[in-house]
């Protein structure tokens, strides 16, 4: 747990250090990988990590929505081990434990440009815009959808 916990909270850091105040983050990273929460979210949902000589560098988080949809709530790949495919395998290796048939959707922050990348290369498409306020901050959040038969 204190594993994907460092991961969490690098990679939230790095990504968002130019879009969120620290602060923000901080709050954020204190909510969502709480010990119970994230003890939670491992035992719902379909977790993975990615690992490197036996070191948890990465993982994904896939939550059922119905029987026919699912949430990406969360892919973080630490800084120094991106764009080496890790990502992607743990998009692939999420995927492969639902249906065909099951539709993905996602959120992603908008200045984000490189996961939006990622996840256009993947076939999800934008599906609309939202804006959140957490923690007294206004997220604006791209959402983006991968119907099932891409
Ligand atoms: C988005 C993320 C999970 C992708 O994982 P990854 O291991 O870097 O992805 P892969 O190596 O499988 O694929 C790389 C592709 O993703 C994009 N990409 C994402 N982050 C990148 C980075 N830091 N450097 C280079 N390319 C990046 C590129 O489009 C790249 O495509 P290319 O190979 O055609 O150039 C990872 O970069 C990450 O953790 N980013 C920061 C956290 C984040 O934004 N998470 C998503 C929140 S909604």
């Not at 059922?64 to 992607?88: D, F, H, K």
């Not at 007294?136 to 991968?146: A, I, S, T």
């Amino acid at each position: 747990m204190g594993a994907i916990q460092r991961v969490a909270r690098t990679t939230w850091h790095h990504t968002y250090r130019y879009s969120i105040p620290e602060g923000v983050r901080a709050q954020f990273l204190d909510h969502a990988y709480a010990a119970d929460t994230l003890r939670r979210r491992i035992a719902s949902n379909v977790f993975l990590v990615a690992l490197q000589d036996g070191n948890i560098v990465g993982f994904s988080d896939f939550r059922t929505l119905s029987q026919t949809e699912a949430e990406l709530a969360a892919i973080y790949v630490l800084p120094g081990m991106q764009a080496r495919g890790i990502g992607g395998r743990l998009l692939a290796a999420g995927i492969s434990h639902f249906a065909t048939g099951t539709r993905f959707v996602l959120r992603v922050e908008r200045d984000n440009a490189l996961a939006l990348r990622f996840y256009e290369a993947h076939g999800f498409q934008r599906s609309g815009e939202l804006t959140e306020e957490l923690f007294g901050y206004e997220f604006h959040d791209v959402e983006m959808v991968l119907d099932p038969g891409f």
